[in-house]
């Protein structure tokens, strides 16, 4: 009986050898100029992670972002995507602006985000992106976001340049941070 009851709680023993824990980051903001009608117009942006996101030894069990994209043309509606790369040229105090013609290489292995999408003039509008490309952003000190925009209506009264901005940018997600050598203690050798 003893024996049965310590093979019972040694899967139970070894999975508190874990911790899981949710977090997440401060909220952040991005103001992304717009200045095409029609035509993509792509905004890269440097995001510096904070320092609790970076150099992390866990597994992410799950990540999420939310933010919320407002426009604040009384006029226009605009349409925004978003990708995120590893790689970047952008600064977080200088953005880097691309058309088309000019994507740089690593445009077309960035993570879509936020598939091609328009927001009403005048809208605060909530988003939620699980993308699992997100997976990857925990441990990095920087992340590049490349987000195209563009004018696709427009009533009469307002000029370009334009901005949409992502406001209260957060990432949350839940972690696991195993504890290595404990397990062997509570093993079946262990015990």
Known sequence: ?????????????????????AVETEPMSQ???ITSVLKPVYAEVAIDLPLETQGLDVTVKEITATLTVHNPSK????????????????????????TDQNL????????????????????STPVVIDTPGLVKAIG?????????????RATIGEALPLNIELRDVVLHAVVTKPFQGLEGAL????L
Do not use: H
Not at 104 to 122: D, I, M
Not at 140 to 152: D, E, G
Not at 187 to 190: A, D, N, Q, V
């Open 187 to 190: 093993g079946p050798g262990g």
């Open 1 to 21: 009986m003893r024996r049965q009851l310590l093979a019972l709680l040694c899967p139970l023993l070894l999975s508190a050898c874990s911790a899981e824990v």
């Open 104 to 123: 740089p290489p690593y445009y077309a292995t960035a993570e879509v985000l936020l598939a091609p999408r328009n927001f009403a003039p005048n809208t």
């Open 140 to 152: 990095q000190k920087r992340i590049w976001v490349i987000v195209s925009n563009t004018v696709t």
């Open 75 to 98: 006029a226009f509606t605009l349409e925004t995507s978003a990708r995120l790369s590893f790689t970047g040229t952008a600064t977080p105090d200088e953005p880097i602006t691309y």
């Open 31 to 33: 103001t992304i100029p």
